[in-house]
């Protein structure tokens, strides 16, 4: 991958890079008609208030933590609360954004016209791409059934090409291998992403979160050291199921298979209520793990999507500034 990824011309690079990854190539020129364009006049010069870190402009106050830079403290906060407080700034140079990518088999599932799978290359493609195009760097660490590829992080429209065509791989490999052995293991990539990201970064944890227990306190470690944004994937279906008689349903991950009757309607709201558990179980570790959550349904407009949390973001960083400003009158 290297070897065509590094070497020759820019053109040279792009005419082969098109031939390798005329899927990608693709995915992301639609992306840059479709989407790119849209976001531009709705996000244009707010990119910044999406990320935070260590820029010039102050942007929020908070209790340290461990591996916080001891230069940031506020002395003045700390003496008048007696605890230590630290600077938090707005990103106003070079940041490094990683997506730790969840690619295992329960991402195929859609009830749609799309599946989870497309819609995370989708958010990737966007906001790599938003990132990319202002001089910052995006790597990725893509999971199946394992970490399978690590790519360092770089800037430029033909990293973000390269990105694509591994998530597209990733694909195509999972279609020609057998079923994986037990869940997904989201705590095995948590932990090699804090092993893996040795500066401070902007982290995106794109995935279903369908997976074994115990990735919660890897995630808030991350969190202790990043600034950790979980981008959520799901299907309607996953919530609420429709009459539809009998039907067959597989575990996308185990591949067991069993029949249902979805016509018992008494069926249908102990699925319901077991599904709201789960989402209600989920929304309390990721706030437990202090990171944002982006929810990404397959019926959602990616757009809209971005842009309300972009939204979320600005109001929290507006009630964090109000708030710090009150400590500090």
């Known amino acids: 991958m290297k070897s ?56 929020d106050l908070r209790e340290y933590q461990h591996h916080d830079d001891v230069r940031h403290i506020d002395w003045n906060v700390t003496a008048r609360l007696q605890t230590p407080h630290v600077r938090v700034f707005t990103e106003d140079r070079e940041m490094t954004a990683w997506f730790v990518l969840d690619l295992s088999r329960s991402v195929d599932f859609g009830s749609g016209l799309k599946a989870k799978r497309e819609i995370s290359a989708g958010f990737v493609g966007v906001l790599a791409r938003l990132l990319t195009r202002h001089g910052n760097r ?38 020609g291998t057998p079923q994986q052995k037990g869940m997904t293991r989201l705590d095995t990539l948590l932990k090699s992403a804090a092993t893996l990201m040795p500066r401070r970064s902007t982290v995106f944890v794109v995935s279903d979160f369908l997976s074994e227990p115990g990735w919660e306190r890897p995630l808030g470690q991350l969190a202790q050291r990043h600034e950790v944004i979980a981008v959520r994937l799901f299907d309607p279906l996953e919530l609420e199921l429709p009459d539809l008689g009998l039907v067959p349903l597989r575990d996308a991950e185990t591949g067991e298979q069993l029949w249902v009757d979805t016509h018992d309607a008494g069926f249908r709201k102990r699925f319901a209520r077991i599904a709201a558990e789960r989402e209600a179980a989920l929304r309390s570790a990721l706030a437990k793990a202090g ?15 971005i842009v309300r949390f972009a939204d979320m973001r600005k109001r929290r960083t507006r009630i964090g500034l109000a708030g710090m400003k009150a400590v500090a009158a």
Not at 39 to 55: E, K, N, V, W
Not at 291 to 305: G, I, P
């Open 4 to 59: 065509w990824w590094r070497k020759a011309p820019a053109a040279a690079n792009d005419e082969r890079l098109a031939a390798v990854a005329g899927g990608a190539e693709r995915a992301l020129r639609r992306l840059e008609w479709t989407v790119i364009r849209r976001l531009d006049g709705l996000l244009q010069g707010d990119y910044r208030t999406l990320m935070r870190g260590a820029g010039l402009d102050l942007a």
């Open 138 to 175: 995006v790597g990725a660490l893509v999971y199946g059934s394992d970490l399978e590829a690590v790519i360092p992080p770089r800037s430029g429209r033909r990293h973000v090409l390269h990105l694509l065509h591994a998530m597209d791989r990733r694909a195509d490999k999972a279609e």
């Open 291 to 305: 990171v944002d959550a982006l929810e990404l349904s397959t019926s959602d407009d990616l757009v809209e999507a």
